[in-house]
């Protein structure tokens, strides 16, 4: 090659590598740049099952049986608070406040629980002297199957969670419970009778529901941004150029 030929190439080899330089260090001013655009994310969702209890709207826990007049059961209401609920457990414990008999119980009352849930089929069951009387209503609603769910932020995934995945059913409707008792005590012993009014007793109810928690899942690898690819896609492509050229000059 001419030497001549041999000092064109080298200026083209320096003005080159100048206009990488100029590309490599160009940003665009704040006018050029482009909104980024946004992605979606993804967030983990986990379904806990909680438990928690309630009082139902009357704490007297007594139930009247008369010798005249209407006996007076007791009566409350009570409803749950929460979306998706899977149970509720309604828990009676009481002992007989009067009996007699030295060798064996005489004049044992008889308490009956009734509960009659949200679709209106009642429950019952009763013990005598003493015990523990249990009522649960299961499966009432089955835990969500969502896993994940994609949204901009953790804001928006709560907000499609309660939209799409939130039952209500029997959330915020209405139990009713009534107790009543018996009184063991017979009419030819009116002493005993009349001092055996009625019989009191605890209540506890307890219910459980699906929770959800939400994570941001981890992105594999950052996006990158067009500017980016641009000036490596250029810096390759311009650096093949200069070796071609830097040969071809030897």
């Known amino acids: 090659m001419k030497k001549s030929d041999q000092i064109i190439v080298a200026i083209g080899i320096v003005v080159i590598i100048v206009a990488v330089i100029g590309i490599l260090l160009w940003r665009p001013n704040s006018s050029e740049e482009a909104k980024p655009q946004e992605i979606m994310k993804t967030f983990k969702v986990e379904w806990a099952e909680k438990t928690a209890s309630i009082s139902p709207d009357n704490t007297d826990f007594y139930a009247k049986d008369k010798i005249i007049g209407a006996d007076e059961p007791y009566k409350s209401n009570v409803s749950i608070p929460v979306y998706n609920l899977k149970s509720v457990t309604f828990t009676l414990t009481w002992k007989d406040d009067h009996t007699f008999g030295l060798f064996r119980k005489k004049g044992e009352d008889t308490l009956t ?7 209106g089929n009642m429950i019952s069951d009763k013990s005598i002297g003493n015990g523990t009387i249990t009522e649960t209503f299961d499966n009432i609603n089955i835990k969500p199957y969502v896993s994940s769910i994609k949204a901009n932020s953790s804001e928006e995934a709560k907000a499609i969670l309660e939209k799409e995945y939130y039952s209500t059913k029997w959330k915020d409707e209405t139990f009713e419970i009534y107790v009543n008792v018996s009184v063991g005590e017979k009419f030819f012993k009116p002493l005993k009778r009349l001092l055996d009014k009625g019989n009191n007793f605890t209540f506890e109810i307890t219910y459980t529901y699906y929770e959800p928690s939400i994570e941001e899942e981890q992105q594999l690898s950052e996006e990158k941004t067009s500017q980016t690819m641009y000036q490596e896609t250029m810096g390759t492509a311009i ?8 040969i071809r000059a030897l």
């Open 113 to 119: 629980l009734e509960i009659v849930p949200p679709e």
């Open 239 to 246: 650096s093949r150029i200069i070796k071609t050229s830097c």
